[in-house]
């Protein structure tokens, strides 16, 4: 009998022990994600395949994911399809369009959303990137 109760009181003095916080939330940020940053793009061009790169964001430790909230074109109208054209990575934030793309030439501004569990950011021009002929 001493045994069981040697027993119970080790178990009972580690389940005290243990504190509910063990696994804290408190280690992430609650805040939106801020400083949305992608490195600048340099040759772009219309009919090849297009990839912006990785970006760097803010956000307090937490993981985040991305969607395009808006694209527009500084020099048209931009069409649906042209808008369609363009697909982010949601888990990296990479931006794409692919090869045989009909894009015209001019500079598309990206409106990026950016998301965590707790919180979200929209970006309104946190992407750039400007199509231009390629050189035959």
């Known amino acids: 009998m001493k045994k069981v109760y ?3 009181l080790i178990f009972a003095s580690l389940f005290i022990a243990c504190e509910e916080d063990t696994f804290r939330d408190e280690e992430f940020s ?18 090849e395949a297009f990839n912006s790169g990785i970006p760097v964001v803010e956000a307090g430790g937490n993981k985040v994911f991305y969607a395009i909230e808006d694209v527009r074109a500084q020099g048209h109208e931009i069409t649906y399809d042209e808008k369609q054209t363009f697909v982010i990575d949601a888990t990296n934030g990479a931006i794409t369009a692919p090869a045989g ?13 950016v998301e965590t569990i707790y919180a979200e950011a929209v970006f309104e021009n946190g992407y750039s990137v400007t199509f231009e002929t390629p050189a035959e």
């Open 6 to 8: 040697l027993v119970f």
């Open 30 to 47: 609650k805040e939106p994600p801020v400083e949305l940053n992608y490195a600048e793009t340099v040759n772009a061009f219309i009919g």
């Open 101 to 113: 793309n009909t894009l015209s030439v001019d500079t598309y501004d990206f409106d990026i959303k």
